[in-house]
Structure formats: C-alpha cells, structure tokens
Nanobody, 118 residues
C-alpha cells in the first residue's frame, strides 16, 4: 500500500522557519522523482520544488528560491522541505508528490497546513 505522510506544518510568524517531512512507503522511493506542491485557499495547486530520484537535480520556483530547500534521504525514504524567511503568501496546504520514471505512477500525500501570520 502506497503511503505519503506529510508532517511538520503549523503556525509560524513572518520570517520564521518550518521543516516539512514526507515519509514514503509502499513503493521504491529511491527510483521516484519527488516534489512539493502547495494550494492556497481559492487558488490552484502549484509546484514549489522538485528533486530527482538520486537528488542530483533540484528545482525551486522563483517565489521560494533562496528561502526554501528541497532534499531527500533515500535511506530513510523521506522527503524534506526546509522553509526559511516565511511570508504570509506562503500560507497553504503543502502536498508531497511522487512520480515514477516515465510518469507511469503518480502518488500524493494528504497535505499539511502551513500558516504564516503577519
């Protein structure tokens, strides 16, 4: 049974930090590209950052570049998102996503809420 379980969300003040984690199970984690998405109220889900299976390639969208860092530990089957210098516009539900090579399989977690107060 495939599971992606996010944790680490919460309420933080502007300028604060949070570290999100996504624990994966039920599929060969080290062979899947991973990503973090977020969805704010009334908005579409958007990509935040992505990382290749071997963690050799990372991408961060311009709005978070220099503040957020995606990483993974393939020995622990866990994906991370370090979020620093948080802004109110970062408030959203953050989702973990796993995609197999060739986009054959596409898995999602249940999401974790991040709220940044001004």
């Amino acid at each position: 049974q495939v599971q992606l379980v996010e944790s680490g969300g919460g309420l933080v003040q502007t300028g604060g930090s949070l570290r999100l984690s996504c624990a994966a199970s039920g599929f060969p984690f080290s062979t899947y590209a991973m990503a973090w998405y977020r969805q704010a109220p009334g908005k579409e889900r958007e990509l935040v950052a992505a990382i290749s299976a071997a963690a050799t390639i990372t991408n961060h969208v311009p709005s978070v570049k220099g503040r957020f860092t995606i990483s993974r530990d393939n020995d622990k089957n866990t994906l991370y998102l370090q979020m620093n210098s948080l802004k109110p516009e970062d408030t959203a539900v953050y989702y973990c996503n796993a995609v197999s090579k060739g986009d054959v399989d596409d898995y999602w977690g249940q999401g974790t809420q991040v709220t940044v107060s001004s």
